[in-house]
């Protein structure tokens, strides 16, 4: 116990000033997309709770936004969904799913403004990036 306490003290000193370097980093990249941008888009799948859910805390908070980032480094917003799982009581809504539900109606609406098919919306996944504000669901 008393070592645990001491490692969570250490990690407490150190960890703020580690991170306040990966925030000021603004060269940091993943897959060519910076960490700047990165954080915007984790942001907005935060707000994508309140915004779809009506509440920005409701039970089970997790949100998703899925962007292409194939025009632009700062990407654009395809579409967003949050845990549905207790509004539907389908068990398989978490905000990841509900995202790619979401992404494929909008990709596969006859009058919208991708007006995929099928396939090409599947295609098409292959170009977006999935963020969410936790740990991805395994079944994505």
Same mark, same amino acid.
């Given at each position: 116990?008393?070592?645990?306490?001491?490692?969570f003290?250490?990690? %407490?000193?150190?960890?703020?000033?580690a991170?306040?370097?990966?925030?000021?980093?603004?060269?940091?990249?993943?897959?060519?997309?910076?960490?700047?941008?990165?954080?915007?888009?984790?942001?907005?799948?935060?707000?994508?709770?309140?915004?779809? %859910?009506g509440?920005?805390?409701?039970?089970a908070?997790f949100?998703?936004?899925?962007?292409?980032?194939?025009?632009s480094?700062?990407?654009?917003?395809?579409?967003m969904?949050?845990?549905?799982?207790?509004?539907?009581?389908n068990?398989?809504?978490?905000?990841?799913?509900?995202?790619?539900?979401?992404?494929?109606?909008?990709?596969?609406?006859?009058?919208?403004?991708?007006?995929?098919s099928?396939?090409?919306?599947?295609?098409?996944?292959a170009?977006?990036?999935?963020?969410t504000?936790?740990? %991805?669901?395994?079944?994505?």
């Amino acid at each position: 116990m008393r070592s645990s306490v001491c490692v969570f003290a250490l990690l %407490s000193a150190i960890l703020p000033a580690a991170l306040a370097v990966v925030l000021a980093d603004t060269n940091l990249m993943i897959n060519g997309i910076t960490f700047p941008t990165r954080a915007h888009w984790m942001r907005l799948a935060n707000e994508a709770l309140g915004e779809i %859910s009506g509440s920005p805390c409701p039970f089970a908070a997790f949100g998703t936004v899925i962007v292409n980032h194939t025009a632009s480094e700062a990407g654009k917003l395809i579409c967003m969904g949050v845990n549905e799982n207790e509004n539907t009581g389908n068990p398989s809504l978490h905000g990841e799913m509900a995202a790619i539900k979401n992404c494929t109606a909008i990709l596969t609406d006859p009058h919208g403004k991708f007006r995929m098919s099928a396939s090409e919306a599947q295609d098409a996944f292959a170009d977006l990036t999935l963020y969410t504000n936790a740990e %991805s669901c395994p079944m994505v």
